[in-house]
Structure formats: C-alpha cells, structure tokens
Nanobody, 121 residues
C-alpha cells in the first residue's frame, strides 16, 4: 500500500549541490530505516546513506562530509543533501525503506523508481 517516490535529481557541475527527496505515500505500513543507494553507469548498486527511525545514520566513505541524510517521521520523508558533488557521484539514486505491514506485521523492503543525478562540466 505504501510507495516511495524520489525527486530532485538533475544535471549539475562539479562542486555543485542537489537535494534529493523521497516521499512515502499510502497507508498500512510502518517505516523503519530509510536510505539512499546509487548505481553508477556500468556498476552495481551501492549504499550511499541510511537513517533509522531513531535518527542513527551511516554513510559511505566516499560521501562522508559532503552528503547529509535526514528524515521527517511525521511527513514520512527522507532527504539527501548533496554538496561538493563530484563526477563520480553520477548515477541513478534510489530511495529505499524497511517496512512492516501494520495489519500482518510482515516486514519487507520498498524501493523507489530512482532519480538520475549527473555531475558533469
């Protein structure tokens, strides 16, 4: 019943910034950890950043100090602020969430459709 929708991707020059947002729509599920993964051209999908429902965060080493993840539990949104972007940050960024169905208590993962980030001069 819950879907994730990303927004905020685009084309930026090296050193620029973007802010990605992910909104959960629908009802019938609790959302726990949320995060962002990216898939660079020709590469596998990898973790960028994640945040638990309690606010604990984890970042890939390559983005520490440049990217910042936050969430608004009341609005069921997660945001990734990306500063000092580099060409190697280019890729498709996917929002994901750990979810528990409120009726059955079954747990599963949700993935958004992805939003493209291109860092190029």
């Amino acid at each position: 019943q819950v879907q994730l929708v990303e927004s905020g991707g685009g084309l930026v020059q090296p050193g620029g910034s973007l802010r990605l947002s992910c909104a959960a729509s629908g009802s019938g599920a609790e959302i726990f950890a949320m995060g962002w993964h990216r898939q660079a051209p020709g590469a596998q999908r990898s973790l960028v950043a994640a945040i638990t429902d309690g606010g604990s965060t984890v970042y890939a080493d390559s983005v520490k100090g440049r990217f910042f993840i936050s969430r608004d539990n009341a609005k069921n949104t997660v945001t990734l602020q990306m500063d000092s972007l580099k060409p190697e940050d280019t890729g498709v960024y996917y929002c994901n969430a750990g979810v528990r169905d409120t009726a059955t208590y079954r747990r599963f993962e949700l993935w958004g459709q992805g939003t493209v980030v291109t860092v190029s001069s």
